[in-house]
Nanobody
Framework: EVQLVESGGVLVQPGGSLRLSCVAS????????MHWVRQAPGKGLEWVSS????????NSADSVKGRFTISVDNTKNILYLQMNGLKSEDTALYYC??????WGQGTQVTVSS
């Protein structure tokens, strides 16, 4: 059974930093597409960033480029999202997903002063 467990979401001030983690189990983590997707209050799902766990190829939405960095630790089956320069519009529930087929429960990030 695929399991994805996110953590790291908290209340942070504008301009602050956070690192989200997603521990994956139940599937072959290596050579897989992993993604971060978020949902702001009252809005739909928004793709944030993707990484191929085999070759390390990454891509991110324009709204987060230069501020967020996606990475993986293949030895521990963990997906990360380093978030710097946080803005109020980054407030959302952040989901980790394996191939957009399996999803975690989400971790809440709130950016507010």
């Amino acid at each position: 059974e695929v399991q994805l467990v996110e953590s790291g979401g908290v209340l942070v001030q504008p301009g602050g930093s956070l690192r989200l983690s997603c521990v994956a189990s139940g599937f072959t983590f290596r050579n897989y597409w992993m993604h971060w997707v978020r949902q702001a209050p009252g809005k739909g799902l928004e793709w944030v960033s993707s990484i191929h766990t085999g070759d390390g190829y990454t891509n991110s939405a324009d709204s987060v480029k230069g501020r967020f960095t996606i990475s993986v630790d293949n030895t521990k089956n963990i997906l990360y999202l380093q978030m710097n320069g946080l803005k109020s519009e980054d407030t959302a529930l952040y989901y980790c997903t394996a191939g957009f087929a399996s999803w975690g429960q989400g971790t809440q990030v709130t950016v507010s002063s």
